[in-house]
């Protein structure tokens, strides 16, 4: 597995592991986990990166300001070069290796805390490709992430 697989593999395992969040792709290049009407995440896929969009508003700004230094510098770029609109600040993230994406899961956890309880590994289920069975995914998407 390549560097691009293990990010997209890590953020399928993370996002579906933690949260109860709506998927919606667009069938090419990008898929959302959404609550409602809220876009917790969304991953742009690209031939040799994957881009990160996690809107940050009022309160999750007052967060990350307050845990600032638990950031690389890199984060940090990401975050202050950010434009902030009126619905919050966009941050835009490119990540190439697991180790990116990382810290890439802790701004998500400041998004939104982790609603879904953790599975029991004695009893959960995983195909081949990391995803839990059982749970719904397009078949487009994961037919691009399982090959």
Known sequence: MNNLEKVSHETMVFMRG???????????DELKFKQGQKT??????????FTFLIIFGEKEREVFE???????KDILNYYDDAKTYHDGKWIFIDVTEPAQLEEVKRLIQI??????KPF???????????HLC?????DSYSDALCG
């Open 18 to 28: 933690k949260y109860r969040l709506d998927e919606i792709g667009d069938g090419r």
């Open 134 to 138: 059982g749970l719904p995914f397009y």
């Open 40 to 49: 917790i995440l969304t991953v742009y896929t690209h031939e040799d990166k």
């Open 120 to 130: 029991p590994k004695e009893t959960a289920v995983y195909s081949k490709c990391g």
């Open 111 to 116: 998004k939104k805390k982790p609603n879904r």
């Open 66 to 72: 307050a845990r600032r230094d638990e950031f690389s």
